[in-house]
């Protein structure tokens, strides 16, 4: 059990290499935070920022656990310039892929030695990979894929616990919200969605320490496995079981569109009325920083190339605004857009079923809405 | 030394069918309607039963499909054995009732135990009707297995026992947010799949006609209250101690006693989350907040959304 003042920490991810060279989007998805050739994904300073509420709520300092290879190093101020009081630094060239099993351990020995209350994770491929396995390891709760977080108090049957974390997501594919605790059992663990928290304001005069893990590779199976924790203070071994997994290769995909990158995409369907009507779009998206993306029935229509098809059978897309523009809204569809933080429908049929997941619905024709949107957003200042 | 057929494992799950919704999602008392959600066969397990079916087709072998749940789960066990399952395996107890991802891995991970050597376990991602994608990384984690999520495509498998001595191995393509990556994994090791893996065959009529003694009537709704093992309605048969099933079907039911896991490990008792709230989220339409199609609406709504760092 961690003590009563343990520390928040979330686990930060890095994304390696320089942003793919697609302009607007690339800076803004890969993270304001780069370092030789490094930065820290997005989701990760999200939750930078809101461990510092959830902190200071507690009474409590921040963590910011990393693993990374050496050049992981050169991240440090930045994150503590997002809200870490503390950096824990893996840096080793062993550690410079990111490897389920290696990253597990390290967080998995981190956690037993430090002890904080609470782990936070992006829910990316990455957290989800890498979260439930240590979760397994410290014997502890995980939430998946949450959308909110707060502190609260939980009563059950008498027993009074206090300021737990409240991890709040969606279930049953999104029919309930259900607000899941850990009253027991320390580390409170939960992986956090992108783009629910705001982009903390980095304050480059934010005071924080570091503190380095030391890695060790051993060969064979060692003594600290299966749960026995490696000598307190120790470094934390790894082995060749924990080294199992070889990456034979990665790719980054240079899709011409990225619409599983962007943080706007708007839509068009049957309700743009042609290949032309999609020119408005670009200049929607163009306005926003965002994408385009379709719904089957105006890729069918051959209004624009399936690569911008969103849903069951296109693309599943999460940005942090989500424009349907005259697109009734199908199951299918739904499915492949639903998760987006904000969905604005704009639609002339005011019973069109996109209404019933959208944030915001504008009743009325798109073709005189999204210039009234092209030009409120230009007139922002 | 000659090729080994390989031991595949597939976990699945039956779940109640959050993308059609038939009635209200909720009961007026607060719990979950899941009369109002048909139960099915976890969609993304679909996909893991069929790359365990056409490894076993390219190298020979056997597909165990195993499952927890209430008794009339064993219904995912049935349309598996139509699709060419080799031997289906229920766990069901009472004592599993409430179980979240830990505690559903901790038993799943003691019932691979039992089952013997294997070389793949096969699941899918996630499960629709929470979508936390896991279960499988835990079951992993407790068996101290490599894994692999996400998996859209498994590249080679060489099974044990390959010729030239090549190690016994899986390679498997993951999508991930901004590409994709390719790892090969020493066998046995736990694979998650993801519905881009493949096209799932449908039943085999003959494997129907075959198994249709294991048919039974499908129970009113679902039900994850844990109904006695013993009884007639489960349409399942108990193992016996010494492994021998007493079958009427061919779907073998194992209960906590069974793959002697500790009592405290398993269901809500195991389970360190617990559900303190959910609330219902209206389907119907109306829910969006309305903005009028003006220039001072729209221009209300961009400066809201600017201030909430939705747009930048």
């Known amino acids: 059990?961690?003590?009563?003042?343990?520390?928040?920490?979330?686990?930060?991810?890095?994304?390696?290499?320089?942003?793919?060279?697609?302009?607007?989007?690339?800076?803004?998805?890969?993270?304001?935070?780069?370092?030789?050739?490094?930065?820290?994904?997005?989701?990760?300073?999200?939750?930078?920022?809101?461990?510092?509420?959830?902190?200071?709520?507690?009474?409590?300092?921040?963590?910011?656990?990393?693993?990374?290879?050496?050049?992981?190093?050169?991240?440090?101020?930045?994150?503590?310039?997002?809200?870490?009081?503390?950096?824990?630094?893996?840096?080793?060239?062993?550690?410079?892929?990111?490897?389920?099993?290696?990253?597990?351990?390290?967080?998995?020995?981190?956690?037993?030695?430090?002890?904080?209350?609470?782990?936070?994770?992006?829910?990316?491929?990455?957290?989800?990979?890498?979260?439930?396995?240590?979760?397994?390891?410290?014997?502890?709760?995980?939430?998946?894929?949450?959308?909110?977080?707060?502190?609260?108090?939980?009563?059950?049957?008498?027993?009074?616990?206090?300021?737990?974390?409240?991890?709040?997501?969606?279930?049953?594919?999104?029919?309930?919200?259900?607000?899941?605790v850990s009253p027991e059992y320390r580390p409170q663990m939960a992986t956090v969605r992108e783009g629910v928290f705001a982009l903390p304001q980095p304050d480059p005069s934010r005071a924080g320490n570091v503190v380095e893990l030391n890695i060790e590779r051993v060969s064979g199976p060692h003594e600290g496995r299966n749960g026995r924790p490696t000598a307190a203070g120790g470094p934390i071994l790894l082995d060749d079981l924990d080294f199992a997994v070889a990456l034979v290769r990665r790719s980054r995909e240079s899709k011409s569109v990225d619409l599983k990158g962007a943080r706007v995409v708007v839509s068009g369907g049957i309700g743009v009325g042609s290949r032309a009507g999609f020119g408005l779009l670009y200049d929607l998206a163009g306005a926003l920083g965002g994408v385009v993306g379709a719904s089957r029935a105006a890729v069918d229509a051959g209004w624009i190339a399936r690569e911008h098809q969103v849903g069951q059978t296109g693309t599943t897309v999460r940005p942090k605004l989500y424009i349907a523009a005259g697109i009734s809204g199908s199951v299918q569809h739904r499915a492949g857009m639903d998760q987006s933080a904000r969905i604005l429908a704009i639609n002339s049929d005011p019973l069109a079923p996109i209404f019933a997941v959208a944030h915001f619905g504008i009743v009325g024709d798109l073709h005189q809405v999204v210039p009234k949107l092209i030009k409120a957003y230009r007139d922002k200042e | 030394m000659s090729e080994h057929p390989l031991r595949i494992v597939v976990l699945v799950k039956q779940v109640p069918d959050t993308a059609n919704v038939t009635g209200e999602a909720m009961k007026d008392d607060g719990t979950v309607n899941r009369a109002a959600l048909p139960a099915i066969f976890n969609p993304e397990d679909l996909n893991a039963l069929e790359a365990g079916l056409r490894l076993k087709d390219r190298h020979g072998g056997r597909v165990t499909v195993l499952t927890m749940g209430p008794p009339s789960a064993a219904q995912v066990l049935r349309e598996s054995l139509f699709r060419g399952a080799d031997e289906v395996v229920l766990l069901s107890d009472r004592a599993f009732a409430g179980a979240d991802t830990l505690a559903t891995s901790y038993a799943l991970a003691r019932a691979l135990d039992h089952l013997g050597a294997f070389d793949l376990v096969l699941c899918g991602r996630q499960a629709i009707d929470g979508d936390t994608a896991q279960v499988g990384p835990q079951t992993a984690e407790k068996l101290g297995l490599p894994q692999i999520t996400c998996v859209s495509r498994i590249v080679e498998v060489v099974p044990p026992g390959a010729a030239g001595g090549a190690p016994a191995s899986v390679t498997a393509t993951r999508s991930v947010e901004d590409g994709a990556e390719t790892l090969c994994a020493p066998l046995p090791a736990l694979l998650t799949i993801t519905g881009e893996a493949n096209e799932p065959r449908p039943p085999s009529v003959k494997l129907v006609m075959t198994y249709k003694h294991a048919i039974a009537e499908a129970l009113p709704g679902y039900d994850d209250s844990y109904l006695d093992p013993d009884s007639d309605e489960a349409e399942v048969c108990m193992v016996g101690r010494d492994g021998r099933p007493v079958c009427r079907a061919r779907i073998v039911l194992w209960d906590a006693a069974a793959i002697e896991a500790e009592r405290e490990l398993v269901g809500l008792r195991g389970s360190p989350t617990r559900v303190k709230k959910i609330e219902s989220v209206v389907l119907a339409g109306g829910e969006a907040r309305l903005i009028e199609p003006t220039d001072e609406g729209v221009r209300a709504l961009v400066r809201e959304l600017i201030e909430e760092h939705i747009l930048g």
């Open chain 1, 1 to 180: 059990m961690g003590s009563p003042a343990g520390e928040v920490w979330v686990f930060v991810e890095t994304i390696r290499g320089a942003p793919a060279d697609d302009g607007v989007a690339a800076p803004l998805r890969s993270g304001a935070v780069a370092a030789a050739g490094l930065s820290a994904a997005e989701v990760s300073l999200e939750l930078l920022g809101q461990a510092r509420k959830l902190a200071a709520l507690l009474g409590a300092r921040t963590g910011a656990v990393c693993a990374g290879g050496e050049s992981a190093r050169a991240l440090a101020p930045a994150l503590i310039a997002a809200g870490a009081d503390t950096v824990y630094l893996a840096a080793h060239d062993m550690l410079t892929e990111y490897l389920a099993q290696p990253y597990a351990r390290v967080v998995t020995e981190a956690v037993r030695h430090f002890q904080p209350q609470i782990v936070l994770y992006g829910a990316t491929t990455t957290g989800r990979d890498l979260a439930p396995r240590v979760a397994s390891a410290l014997r502890t709760g995980l939430t998946a894929d949450c959308t909110d977080l707060r502190i609260g108090d939980h009563e059950v049957k008498g027993v009074e616990y206090r300021d737990l974390l409240y991890q709040i997501r969606p279930a049953f594919g999104g029919n309930i919200i259900a607000t899941i």
